[in-house]
């Protein structure tokens, strides 16, 4: 199972000034089957280590954690010969060992020649809510999100449409149809499957839709007892109501993040930790309005006015109860949420691909989808979940602020004209 992550991985091993790497993201996302894949075809060995299987792990690391006295005890705990170079260590969980994460420092200042990779599923949450000593400036970072639709179309071995894609992408020319028709069919499994690794290669091996649905629903499940187990007392109910919550408000025709909906008289004071607590899980990312089409966006980002997406749109169609034949074939029952869910599968192709979203409201109340930075400029992304040409919208971004080019997703062919390149859904990941 290809995984991108792989050709960062390959480049901060071979990197001269490499420091420890700090891999996270969200539960199942696929960084420990990515770590240990990286460890096998990569290194003469690799040394494993899972603070929540082992939980006497932690014990290791109450004295002393300079890499001189860990290497002997880790060497036998591992049950292999540690060497420089050559094996790789990897700490998983590790935001359940504090110890460990602040030995990661001294690993970088005093043994620079072992390669070490920490994992972390809620490393966010545990950083941001305790005493942990983070070794700032000692670690390199990399977070891992859900599979995209170009891993998507690998896995099921549609290596030839998917070069197809890109190349018409970069050159604004119409696949023929038939493929066109392929990709966009490609694309409706996708929302229904997701991008998390083992609902993928469950599909791949059996296209059985009901028994993803059961792994969906047990990741979800797990994210659920994540709220309970990680967070306070007293807000634990209000995580669980705001996530909950999201499928409502992308069910909304203004898909801003509405704290009334949540409860009746709610308030951001009420609801603010909830929201945090989820963003740094990777559960869910919040895109906030720009009030300024000047770079950089993050200067001038409104911060009471956001939108909530989550992190992956299989989940969200399970969290949804929603059938695959409502998105397999074209159905009028779901017309609330289509926008809602395109909205929501773009703004993941492009987290994945490395953009910061932003959006657009104009005074009179005209609304551009995301706003990005892309080679240095601002370019404006209208989202449609279908093949509606009318995107007035964007023509009045298009008016007011004259950019280099605009960008339109929908169920359309590529083309390009007056200056709006007209990108299918599902080759968002080519952004």
Known sequence: MYRKIATFLENWKEDPHRKPLILQGARQVGKTYSLLEFGRTHYENTAYFNFETNPALSDTFAGNISPAHLLPILSHIAGTTIIREKTLIIFDEIQLCERALTSLKYFCENAPEYHIIAAGSLLGIAVNRS???FPVGKVDMKTLYPMDMEEFLM?????????????????????????????????????VIGGMPECVMQFADTKDYILVRHTQDNILIGYLNDMSKYNTANEIKKT????????????????????????????????????EWLAL?????QVYETEQILKPLENY????SFKIYVSD??????????????????????????????ENYVNMQLTI??????????????????????EGKIIPI??????????????????????????KLSSRNFSMDNGIKTVPLYAAFCI
């Open 382 to 407: 209208e989202v449609k979940s279908a093949d509606n040409t009318k995107a007035k919208s964007l023509q009045s971004y298009i008016k007011t602020y004259r950019p280099d080019y605009a960008i």
């Open 240 to 275: 669980r109501l705001t996530y909950d919550n999201i499928t409502v408000q992308l069910s909304k025709k203004n898909t801003r993040f509405q704290y009334k909906l949540l409860k009746k008289g709610g308030r951001a004071s009420e609801f603010e930790n909830a929201i």
């Open 155 to 191: 896995v099921l071995g549609e290596h030839m449409l998917m070069e197809q894609i890109k190349d018409h992408f970069e050159n604004n020319l119409p696949l023929p149809p038939a493929l066109h028709e392929s990709a966009m069919q490609l694309y409706r499994q996708y929302l």
């Open 301 to 304: 980002r409104n911060i009471d």
């Open 131 to 133: 005493s942990f000593s």
């Open 281 to 285: 899980s990777g559960i869910i990312s």
């Open 353 to 374: 691909s490395g953009y910061k979203t932003y959006y657009w409201v104009s005074q009179r109340g005209a609304e551009v989808d995301f706003i990005i930075q892309k």
């Open 313 to 342: 749109i299989g989940l969200l169609m399970a969290k949804k109860e929603l059938l695959p034949q409502d998105i397999l074939y074209p159905t009028n029952n779901i017309d609330d949420f289509k926008g809602g869910l395109t």
